[in-house]
Every structure is written in C-alpha cells, then in structure tokens.
C-alpha cells in the first residue's frame, strides 16, 4: 500500500466521522426542536442529518467507483436509464 493510498483512506475516513458526527448533531436538534416544539431547529436538525447521509452515500459512491471503475459506470448507466423512463412516463 504506497502513501498516496494511505492518505487517501485517511481522508476518507476522516470524512465519514464528519458526517457522522453531523448526522449525530443533526438528529440532536431535531429530537431537541421536537422537545421544545419549535420547527425551526426541527427542519434544521433533519436537514443537517440527511445532508449528512446523502454526503456519506456520494462519498461511498465515490471511492467504489474508484475500485472498479467500469462495472460501477454501467450500473449507474443502466440505472440512470431506468430512472429516466419511469419518471418519462406520463
């Protein structure tokens, strides 16, 4: 494993802490908004842990298709034309 791999997990790992960490803070505002009744820090807190989530997919996203990258691109191809003839229907 060179250097260059190393830091590259470092960071990733790094990364996903972060997001966890704010999914925890997030999920904290939310549960403290729906304490004290105030929407505010409920939507705050909810939109703090999803954001949080959806960073943690698109980084896993990311770093599989950095190991392979052909088979990922087409899944995501295949997957992409799905979508776009289910939300093209009308």
Request: no cysteine.
């Amino acid at each position: 494993m060179s250097s260059h791999d190393i830091d590259a997990d470092a960071n990733h790992l790094a990364d996903k802490l972060e997001d966890k960490g704010n999914q925890l803070a997030g999920e904290a505002q939310k549960q403290f908004g729906d304490f004290v009744d105030s929407p505010k820090h409920q939507i705050k807190g909810a939109a703090r842990k999803y954001s949080a989530q959806a960073s943690e997919v698109v980084s896993d996203v990311a770093e599989k298709i950095k190991e392979n990258p052909l088979s990922d691109l087409i899944a995501a191809g295949a997957i992409g034309v799905v979508l776009g003839l289910l939300l093209g229907r009308k």
